[in-house]
């Protein structure tokens, strides 16, 4: 009855962008106090109300599908202050646009399978938004310590240029007691010189391995790419040019929407097969090794939770 209905709803409007415009019509007039939650404009807003409605109700049929699409959506509305009252509002205002337009083919039966509908919708993200807020806290303060790692190393070069100081200063003085003490025997030299060269030539090798050390998520994710053998996957580095933010904006819908649409339209431009389960591997790997002392169960499933849902806006 529900399906029956929306499918009525559709094809009594002009076309889907004017039946998204009527249902953001009758929201944004039925509730005033809300006018300030939409921020993008009127059309994108109308076809995102359109699309959302049209994802869920065609996943109604399938508990399975429609808790995943309503997980998603819930997930992109986490910046917002979602209370009964506006779940309410919107579950009023949508019903009455679908009594007013269709009238008598918009049965009891449609009307009540709506109200279940929008208050399951509205409940799981009332839900989602109080119990994925803990999730959200993980990622950014573990996100901040494996891109503050860089931090812990800072004084790595002034060490090494106190150790080059400290070596010229004892050549200085080397070449100051030779010149003092005159001609030295040749063979002596010789077997300093060459110890002077093991010993530069340790250190040499010393401060390049401690250069090539992984300090930063990009750097690990690059070191644990190329040993997890994905260093020809040239694709993870376009996600990788916009994944911090897409961190960094875990908890702005619009903005994170717009990252995933930019780097969507970015992946259909490489030529190549893209396995998106690939990046997720690589990313936990990275952030195990940059947050060791931190990283536990629940930064397994905070971490793995945004993949998900970040995977699933880019497919879409």
Request: contains cysteine; hydrophobic residues 45%.
């Amino acid at each position: 009855e529900v399906q029956q209905a929306w499918t009525a709803f559709i094809s009594s409007a002009s076309s889907r962008e004017a039946a998204g415009e009527a249902i953001f019509a009758a929201l944004f007039d039925s509730a005033p106090s809300l006018q300030s939650l939409f921020k993008t404009p009127r059309s994108v807003m109308a076809m995102r109300f359109m699309n959302g409605l049209n994802s869920i109700i065609s996943a109604a049929s399938s508990p399975n599908a429609l808790k995943v699409q309503v997980e998603t959506l819930g997930f992109q509305h986490l910046d917002l202050e979602v209370t009964v009252p506006r779940v309410v509002i919107f579950r009023d205002a949508i019903i009455d646009l679908f009594e007013m337009e269709m009238g008598t083919r918009f049965s009891s039966k449609a009307k009540l399978g709506f109200q279940c509908i929008l208050n399951y919708v509205g409940g799981a993200y009332i839900y989602i938004r109080r119990e994925y807020a803990g999730r959200i806290k993980i990622i950014n303060s573990s996100w901040r310590t494996a891109n503050n790692k860089a931090a812990d190393f800072m004084d790595t070069p002034e060490e090494e240029e106190a150790a080059e100081g400290e070596a010229k200063e004892g050549d200085a003085e080397g070449e100051a007691a030779e010149a003092k003490g005159g001609k030295k025997d040749e063979g002596k030299l010789q077997q300093s010189g060459d110890a002077s060269n093991q010993r530069a030539s340790g250190e040499q090798k010393t401060n390049m391995m401690a250069m090539k050390v992984p300090t930063t998520f990009a750097e690990m994710f690059m070191f644990n790419g190329a040993v997890m053998g994905f260093g020809g996957s040239l694709w993870m580095n376009l996600i990788l040019e916009q994944f911090d933010n897409m961190v960094m904006n875990v908890a702005n819908s619009y903005r994170l929407q717009e990252e995933c649409d930019v780097l969507s339209l970015v992946l259909a431009k490489y030529k190549g097969a893209i396995n998106l389960g690939e990046f997720k591997a690589v990313m936990l790997a990275s952030l195990r090794s940059l947050v060791p002392k931190d990283w536990d169960g629940d930064h397994e499933i905070a971490w793995g939770w945004l993949w998900e849902n970040v995977e699933r806006m880019l497919k879409n």
